[in-house]
């Protein structure tokens, strides 16, 4: 029998859901949110507009007072980035391994208004069976 791995989810923590459309350029700002105990983030984005370039935008860092309200860091934490392509359903899911304590997500949208949208991502505890 060939080897096989069996990834079991034991829990789960939302950082990030929406449906609500985004305007021209406008962002959305997740919530400063505990991940500590968590193994990875994961998550999924669609929109029917491409993102800026690298407008998915995952924020870890050591305390909550690292983050700025309302704006990608610019220091203090460390920053996993992605570019979501309109109506992409095939590379539009990512993962990225917990390093620190605190984390949010935030998505910016290119420069036209949003007719669907919807963002998910969620801390959670991953391990090999």
Request: charged share 15%.
């Amino acid at each position: 029998m060939a080897d096989k791995v069996n990834i079991s989810q034991i829990e789960h923590k939302h950082l990030v859901e929406s449906i609500t459309n985004l305007s021209a350029g406008s962002s959305l700002v997740g919530e400063v949110t505990p991940v500590d105990g968590y193994t990875h983030i994961t998550g999924f984005a669609f929109s029917d507009v491409s993102s800026i370039l690298n407008g998915i935008i995952v924020e870890q860092g050591l305390q909550a007072s690292d983050f700025p309200a309302g704006a990608p860091a610019t220091g203090l934490v460390t920053i996993s980035t992605f570019t979501l392509s309109a109506n992409d359903i095939v590379t539009n899911n990512y993962a990225i391994q917990v390093v620190a304590p605190f984390a949010r997500v935030i998505f910016i949208n290119g420069p036209v208004a949003q007719t669907k949208f919807r963002i998910v991502f969620e801390a959670r505890i991953l391990r090999g069976l």
